[in-house]
């Protein structure tokens, strides 16, 4: 499982003019998924997501999580976080779930996060998605399990 993790102020996904998900302050996640992810892979995510202490503090540290500033988490699946692009011009796909895999995924890391008691918005599965967000800091980091 891979996460492209990017603190925000605002970010909202849109899929053919509708809006799917929004976050105020909080984490946009970019998830991905392989066909040796399972719930351990999950769970081990959702608690690294929502205890990451990657929000300042009174003297600007990053020392607080998403849970303590009462921020929001947007969900977004895109495989092609497994692309492979070290041979040739065309990226390889081959480590990216294939859906029946990911999309139980992807719906269980979500529902996950949602038990924490965080606000988490989504984009749409497998639909061409627009995702707008304003970093924050810029701050921006990669996870994988």
């Known amino acids: 499982m891979r996460i ?3 603190r925000v102020s605002r970010a ?3 899929v053919e003019g509708e809006v799917t ?12 998924f392989t066909d040796g992810d399972g719930e351990d892979a999950v769970a081990w995510m959702a608690d690294k997501v929502a205890g990451l202490r990657i929000f300042p503090d009174d003297e600007g540290k990053m020392n607080r999580s998403v849970q303590e ?11 092609t976080l497994y692309g492979d692009a070290r041979k040739g011009r065309r990226p390889s796909f081959i480590e990216a779930a294939r859906p029946e895999v ?3 995924l992807y719906e269980r890391f979500v529902q996950v996060l949602r038990a924490t008691g965080l606000h988490v918005g989504t984009g749409r599965f497998g639909a061409m998605m627009d995702v707008e967000l304003v970093n924050d800091g810029p701050v921006t980091l990669i996870l994988e399990r």
């Open 21 to 32: 998900g929004e976050i105020g302050r909080g984490l946009l996640l970019l998830a991905g």
């Open 12 to 14: 909202r996904v849109t």
């Open 102 to 104: 990911a999309i139980p």
């Open 4 to 6: 492209v993790l990017q």
């Open 69 to 79: 500033v009462g921020g929001g988490l947007l969900v977004v699946s895109q495989f």
